[in-house]
């Protein structure tokens, strides 16, 4: 089985290190800007930017509906902070007119954090990801705020029960925050294995 093609939408945002920290891993990379670059991917990265800015743009792009059939199908999907608002089906203190494109059954809350001044790192238990804690990177970030039975919540920034910042449900990965920036590879080694395993998965039912 050749290596599974990995898409980072490349409309606005940090796309860039997205596209490097995958091919780090190993992963086969392509920037997706127009509906012809879905094709053959084997998962899709929505990276942190501007969710208002990045759901016009799936717009203009005509990558809304493409991107909707593809993750109701099943595609494997990590979206960080603006992504994760863009995974999410629904939106606390969204922008007048906002769509998300959904699949992940939580509640996120916009800039819950605060503003570009409240930036923080911090270290974060994250089930799932073996090494210790991962350094996280919060810029105007998301929190989830409500997770559905199907979710599992794999970080959280405190241990007294709120806010959960890294969910998983099935084949989407989200986080609020930026290991893209921090140099450590693990969560988007852990979003490469997803991809892999459902590739295989749907090369083995074929």
């Known amino acids: 089985m050749s290596t599974p093609v990995v898409g980072v939408l490349a409309l606005q945002g940090d796309f860039r290190e997205h596209l490097a920290a995958l091919a780090s891993v190993g992963a086969q990379v392509r920037a997706v800007r ?3 670059e879905l094709e053959g991917l084997s998962g899709i ?43 999410a089906d629904r939106v606390v203190d969204t922008a007048p ?31 799932g990801v073996e090494g210790g804690p991962v350094h996280a990177v919060f810029i105007r970030a998301p929190w989830v705020e409500k997770v559905g039975a199907g979710v599992a919540v794999l970080a ?11 969910v998983r449900q099935g084949n989407l990965l989200a986080t609020s925050f930026h290991p893209e920036i921090t ?4 969560v988007h080694r852990l979003f490469a294995a997803m991809v892999t395993d459902h590739a295989e998965k749907t090369q083995a039912n074929r």
């Open 34 to 36: 127009r509906p012809s």
């Open 45 to 87: 990265v929505i990276p942190g930017g501007e969710s208002t800015t990045i759901d016009k743009l799936t717009r203009i792009f005509e990558l809304r509906e493409p991107l909707l059939a593809l993750l109701r199908a099943g595609l494997p999907a990590y979206g960080s902070c603006a992504g994760m608002i863009m995974l």
């Open 97 to 127: 007119g906002q769509q998300t494109l959904g699949g992940l059954d939580i509640t996120v809350r916009r800039n819950a954090f605060g503003r570009q001044v409240d930036s923080f790192e911090a270290d974060l238990d994250f089930t």
């Open 156 to 166: 959280r920034v405190s241990s007294d029960g709120q806010p959960a910042v890294a």
């Open 183 to 186: 140099g450590d590879l693990r």
